[in-house]
C-alpha cells in the first residue's frame, strides 16, 4: 500500500477512534475470558486511537485493574496467544522503550474490517518492529475484486493456500511431531498454535521444525519461552542462524550423462575450440578428386578433436573410468532436466551440437540431463538456444 503523508483531517480523528473502538467491542464480543477482557480494556485506555503502540508498566496495568501482577501476566499471555494482543520488547534507549510495547490486533489478522469509503490507519504488522502509522485509502466495497484480496495478503502467507484434505493430514502430522518438542507445551492450547500452524506456508513449517531446536537451545533462561502459538505468529525460528553446510569436496563424482556431468560437459564445448586440426596428404587429395569437400571433413575433425576436454569425458566413460567435476558447478546443474533420447526436444538439443560442430555423448537408451527450456510447446530449437545463453551466462559467474 502506498504511504500518503498529510495532515489529519477531523474524519480521519473519527476512523482511528472508531477502530480502536471496534477492537474494544471484539475484546467484549470474544470468547476469551472475563480477567482477560477486563485487562484489555483497561489496557486499550494506554493505547491511540489507532489501537498502537502503548508502554503501561505492570504495576500500573494491576492498579488499573485490582487485580495481582500473577493475573496480569498470566491473562496478558492468553491474550496474546489468542491473538488478540502483540507483545513486543521495546528496541530505542530511554526508560519508556525499556517496557514491553503492546499493539492490539485481531486474531490471525494485523486489522479489522473498515467501515466502507472511510479512511483508516493501517495497524502495526506482525512482524514486529516500531514502524510508523500508514494512512491507506479504503476502496469502496463495489470496487474490492478478488485480484484487490490476493494483492492483500502478506508476502510470510502467501502462496500457503488453503490445504487439500491429504495435505491437511500431512501437515497436522508434522505439526503434531514438532508440537511436543516445544518446552512445557502441555501448559498450553494446542488448538490456537495448530491453526497458526495452518497459516504457514510450506517452506516456513519446514524452517521451524529444523530450526525450533536451535532456538530452544539458545535460551539460557528456562522461564524465557513464551507460548508455542506466539513462536509460531512471530516466527521466532527465524531469528536463530541456520548452521553452516558442510563444505563440498573440491571435485565430486559425476556419472555420465546425469546433471553435474552434463553441466560440465556443456561448460567445455562452450570454450573457444583449442584442439589442433591437421588434413593429412590422402585427404587433400580426396578433397582435390571431390570425393569430400574440405568444409564437411573440417567440421568433422572439429567435432572429433576440437574440444580435447570434452573428448577426455567420453573417453573416460568408454573406458568404464570414474569422472570427478567440480564441485562449483553442482549448484548449477541442480537445475538441470532429464530429457528422454526419442524425445522432440532431445533432437532439438542434437541439432543444436550438429549446428556447432559439438560432439554429442550418445546416452545409448538413457535419458540424459540439460539445462531447462521454457516453453516445450514453442520452437524448441529456440527454446535450445536460449537455454544454452541462460546456462552460460551462469556459468560464466562461477568461473
Not at 138 to 154: A, C, G, M, T, Y
Not at 258 to 266: H, N, Q, V
Amino acid at each position: 500500500m502506498q504511504r500518503h503523508e498529510h495532515m489529519q483531517q477531523p474524519g480521519e480523528a473519527r476512523a482511528q477512534k472508531s477502530r480502536v473502538w471496534r477492537w474494544r467491542n471484539a475484546v467484549s464480543a470474544s470468547d476469551l475470558g472475563a480477567t482477560a477482557k477486563h485487562i484489555l480494556l483497561q489496557l486499550s485506555h494506554n493505547m491511540d486511537g489507532n489501537g498502537g503502540s502503548c508502554f503501561p508498566t505492570i504495576a500500573e496495568l494491576c492498579e488499573s485493574t485490582g487485580r495481582s501482577k500473577k493475573t496480569v501476566l498470566k491473562h496478558l499471555r492468553v491474550a496474546e496467544d489468542a491473538g488478540w494482543i502483540d507483545i513486543r520488547q521495546g528496541r530505542l534507549n530511554g526508560q519508556r522503550w525499556r517496557r514491553l510495547d503492546y499493539v492490539a490486533r485481531w486474531p490471525d489478522s494485523g486489522v479489522a474490517d473498515a467501515p466502507t469509503g472511510e479512511k483508516v490507519v493501517e495497524m502495526a504488522s506482525e512482524a514486529g518492529g516500531n514502524e510508523g502509522s500508514k494512512v491507506v485509502e479504503e476502496l469502496h466495497q463495489d470496487k474490492i475484486s478478488s485480484n484487490n484480496i490476493s494483492d492483500n495478503i502478506s508476502d510470510e502467507r502467501a502462496g500457503a493456500g488453503e490445504p487439500s484434505q491429504p495435505d491437511r493430514r500431512k501437515v497436522e502430522r508434522a505439526f503434531r511431531r514438532w508440537y511436543p518438542t516445544w518446552p512445557r507445551f502441555a501448559d498450553y492450547s494446542d488448538a490456537t498454535a495448530k491453526r497458526v500452524w495452518f497459516s504457514l506456508s510450506d517452506r516456513e513449517r519446514a524452517d521451524c521444525i529444523a530450526l525450533t531446536p536451535a532456538y530452544i537451545a539458545a535460551q539460557t533462561d528456562g522461564h524465557a519461552f513464551t507460548s508455542p502459538a506466539v513462536y509460531l505468529r512471530k516466527r521466532r525460528w527465524q531469528d536463530v542462524q541456520a548452521p553452516a553446510a558442510e563444505p563440498l569436496p573440491e571435485r565430486l563424482h559425476a556419472p555420465f550423462g546425469g546433471p553435474l556431468w552434463m553441466a560440465w560437459w556443456l561448460w567445455q564445448l562452450l570454450q573457444p575450440p583449442t584442439g589442433r586440426i591437421v588434413l593429412t596428404a590422402t585427404e587433400q587429395a580426396m578433397i582435390r578428386d571431390g570425393k569430400i569437400s574440405q568444409e564437411t571433413l573440417l567440421r568433422d575433425k572439429r567435432r572429433r578433436h576440437g574440444w580435447p576436454k570434452a573428448v577426455a569425458m567420453l573417453e573416460a566413460f568408454q573406458s568404464k573410468h570414474k569422472f570427478h567435476a567440480p564441485s562449483a558447478m553442482k549448484a548449477l546443474s541442480d537445475g538441470f532436466v532429464a530429457v528422454l533420447p526419442d524425445s522432440p526436444i532431445f533432437a532439438a538439443w542434437v541439432a543444436a551440437h550438429e549446428r556447432r560442430d559439438w560432439p554429442f555423448p550418445d546416452p545409448i537408451g538413457k535419458v540424459i540431463y540439460f539445462p531447462p527450456v521454457q516453453d516445450l510447446a514453442g520452437n524448441l530449437h529456440e527454446e535450445v538456444e536460449a537455454a544454452i545463453a541462460g546456462f552460460e551466462k551462469q556459468a560464466r559467474g562461477l568461473f
